[in-house]
């Protein structure tokens, strides 16, 4: 599928493996182009391999095969010091200091400019991404006084405040609720710059992403514009669920909905059960509960 936006490549994988000594290839032959503004989101199933590509896009590992260019520039001659100014990574597990206030764990995002910017400019940054992560309320509590959803705000916030070029996130909508998982990727798509993110929700996909790579095995299945990539049949061949696109009840546009088959919900006995006593009072209740669907 080729597609064009006009707009500058800023991020090129060429041909790009990656195998770590005495394991088997972890990414194959991976070529894709990203374009400034893009949003490209990384699919595919769980041990895909899209946390190993979002760490080498993020600089943080290098491919053992193939090229990967950072604004036409092979990475390892961009310093490491300036990718930093480029790239700002969100990671799926990243402890933050509980000691730090929020505005001082957003601020670190700063770091990379400390020698080209003054005092002034890095407070202006900091408050502006406080600001547009709607966490300005909470900059003088400490890390460990806010909730997880706040947390996962505060890192994005940290690396808005990094004022990249690029940002790059892990599964940033792990552990977030449905109206928090909105509202996080609007106000990453908001901000106007080239994203790359890995995501699973398959729903919040359309809606958040310009560009889908699916990976599977850690092999390029598609890339290209979200309805064209997630088709209900490459859906169903890669993550074995069905998505079905329908008509929105009340808006004019299209909504997608996931039917994930829930096997044994009736009991197979897998498990076997040998003296029902007391404990198992609670389980008429839940049989109840699933006999409705
Ligand atoms: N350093 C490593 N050495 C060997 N195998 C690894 C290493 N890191 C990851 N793997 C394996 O590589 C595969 C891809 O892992 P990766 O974390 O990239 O997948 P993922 O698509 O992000 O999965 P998930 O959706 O479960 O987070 C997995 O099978 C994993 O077990």
Known sequence: MSHHSGTP??????????????TDALLSDLTLHVHDGEILVIAGPNGAGKS???RLIAGLSEPTGG????????????PITERARVIAYVGQSEESDDRLTVSQYVSLGQLPHHRT???????RATDEALDLADLTRFAGRRMSEISGGERQ?????????QRPRILVL?????HLDPSARGELLSLVSGLGITVVAALHDLTLIEAFASHVALIQGGRLVAHGHPVEVLSSERVRAVFSVDLHRMQHPVEARQISVLDIPIEGRFGTGA??????GPAASGAPHLRAVATRG
């Open 52 to 54: 190993t590509l979002i």
């Open 9 to 22: 490549v800023v991020l090129e994988l060429r041909e790009v493996g990656y195998r770590p000594r005495g």
């Open 153 to 161: 705000r505060a890192k994005i916030a940290r690396a808005i405040c």
């Open 67 to 78: 090229e990967m260019l950072l604004g036409g520039r092979p990475y390892r001659t961009v």
């Open 170 to 174: 892990d599964e940033p909508t792990n």
């Open 271 to 276: 498990l076997p059960q040998e003296t029902p």
């Open 117 to 123: 910017g003054g005092r002034g400019d890095s407070a």
